[in-house]
Each structure stands twice: as C-alpha cells, then as structure tokens.
C-alpha cells in the first residue's frame, strides 16, 4: 500500500493506493495555521488513520508547497511559511519510523498524471498548476526530475516572453524579481487585471463566466489570458519539447483553454508542427496527493 499527503496552505489531504492504483482511503482535513508542530501532529494522524482503517502498513510519499533545499536539506520556496526553514523530513521520518519522500505539489500532479493519468505512457510529461501561484513538474519515463537546485519545473517565476508593449510593464513578484509568468497567469493576477479595468473585483471563476456570456472586458481578458499561456508554454516546448502537457488548478476547469491555447502557441514554437497535447488533469485536485504516493513506484531498478 502507497500513502500520499499533499500538504497545502489550507488543507492537507491524505490518500491511500493499492499497486494498481485502486483509492483504498482517502480524507481531508484543514491545516493548522501557523502552526508547525500542529502540522506534523495532522499529518502523522492521517497515515494512522489510513492504516487503521485498512489494516495495512504503507510507504510514505509527501507533496509540499515548496521543496527542501538540497544545501541545507531545509524547507524552502513554501507559500506555507511556517515550513520554511524546517527539517520537515527528519521531524516526520522520526514519528512515523520509516523512511518518507518528499517533492513539490506541481511534481505530484505530474507523477499522478504520468503514472494512470491522463500523460500515461507518456515519455516526457510537464505538469502546470494554474492557481494562487503558477508551479510546474517535470516527469521523464515516469520519474520525477528533481534538478541540483530541487527547483525543475519552475517556469512560473521566469519572465513572461516575448512580451508586447502593455507587457513590457513590468509587474512585481513576491519573489523579489519583475515581470514573472506567476504575475500574469495566476488567478489572482486575472482578478487584478479585471478590477484595474473595471473596479470591480471578481474570482477568476467568475471572469471566465462572464466571458462565456458575452462580456466584453471579460471576453477580452480572456484572450489575453490565452496568449500570454501558450506563449508561456511554447517557451516550455522550446526548452524541453514534452509529449503532454497537463494542466491542474482552479484555472485549468476552463475548457476553453485547451482548444484556444494549442491554436495560437504554434506561432512561438520552434517547429514546423507541434504535436504536443494539452490536457487537464484526469484527477482533478486529486493528482497532487495521488501523486504523493506514486513517489513510491510499483517496480523499482
């Protein structure tokens, strides 16, 4: 048996797979706030409570909100910041007396979608959440590339390409440096986009409503939100050339993105075709913690 939590800002939810991939507990529960001792507490009482109710021990696989930094072997890059500069590996491997694996929340979504998901078989898989934030994952013959920086797949916080003159603009980034994909992609940025035009403030879920039914500001954001993705991710298929790109996140619902951002990314791909698919995520906000547990795989070398 294979258990997964993927630890987020909100909620941290724990999922239990057979070999097969067969759902044999799943639960959630809200995250202690601020609370870090309070978080281990949580997450040690979900893999008790999934063996319990199995009666089965199993592997340990955590999905995070950021990554531990191979220099200090500490939390870093956590939206989360009670994490940050926790031994969060070493405090979880000694309550729970086993060995534990780690990776980001955009690794697991790609994991699960390249494992039974909608990327099956797929040899090269780049995992997107389009949320709060913009993250991404990286999964090469269904293996998690983590890089020597433990940082693969952050393609949210390079600078938003081949920029037109409203772009050249550039925005701020928490991160300490401007003009960030996560500046224009994420939903909060759609949402401000909207309010500075409109002064009203909406839910990105509400803005692509609205685009549905005729809005004019909504409708022309949401074209502008198109192109600013598949830009975005041409500059990805230029660096690693996937077979599939999934898409997770409260943004990746809107099904026009998959018919509309294919059709205008062939203008920046360096290629006479693309042939690269765009999908959602065939587990929906369940792919991070799936993939959580596909840390550990059926077979290993």
């Known amino acids: 048996m294979r258990i997964g939590i993927d630890l987020g800002g909100t909620k941290i939810e724990a999922i239990a797979l057979s070999d097969t991939g067969d759902e044999l507990f799943r639960r959630r529960i809200d995250t202690p706030q601020g609370d870090y001792r309070g978080t281990l507490d949580a997450i040690v009482g979900l893999i008790h ?12 696989g955590i999905g995070i909100p950021g990554t531990l ?35 980001n929340d955009a690794n697991c979504l790609a994991l699960s979608e390249a494992t039974d998901g909608a990327a099956a078989g797929a040899e090269i898989v780049f995992g997107v959440i389009l949320g709060t934030g913009v993250g991404g994952g990286l999964v090469i013959d269904g293996r998690v590339l983590r890089g020597a920086n433990a940082i693969s797949g952050e393609w949210g916080h390079n600078p938003l390409p ?11 980034c928490y991160c300490g440096q401007q003009g960030c994909i996560e500046t224009w992609l994420s939903g909060p940025a759609l949402s401000r986009q909207y309010a500075i035009l409109s002064g009203k403030e909406l839910t990105a879920r509400e803005i692509w409503a609205l685009s549905r039914d005729g809005d004019p500001l909504a409708q022309a954001l949401s074209q502008q939100y198109y192109r600013r993705l598949a830009k975005s991710l041409a500059s990805v298929i230029n660096l690693l050339d996937p077979d599939v790109i999934v898409l997770g996140g409260g943004l990746s619902n809107e099904t026009s993105l998959y018919e509309a951002v294919p059709q205008l990314w062939q203008e920046y791909v360096f290629s006479d075709e693309v042939s690269t698919q765009l ?12 993939g959580a547990a596909w840390l550990w795989p059926v077979t290993r070398d």
């Not at 999908?279 to 799936?290: E, H, K, T």
């Open 162 to 172: 081949w920029p037109n003159e409203a772009e050249s603009a550039i925005a701020p």
């Open 279 to 290: 999908v959602p995520a065939m587990f929906g906000d369940a792919s991070g913690v799936r």
């Open 49 to 60: 409570d999934a063996e319990q109710t199995t009666g089965q021990s199993g592997t340990v």
């Open 69 to 103: 930094s191979p220099a200090t072997g500490l939390v870093k890059n956590a939206n989360s910041v009670c994490l940050i500069g926790q031994p969060l590996d070493k405090d979880l491997e000694n309550r729970l007396n086993r060995p534990v694996r780690f990776s």
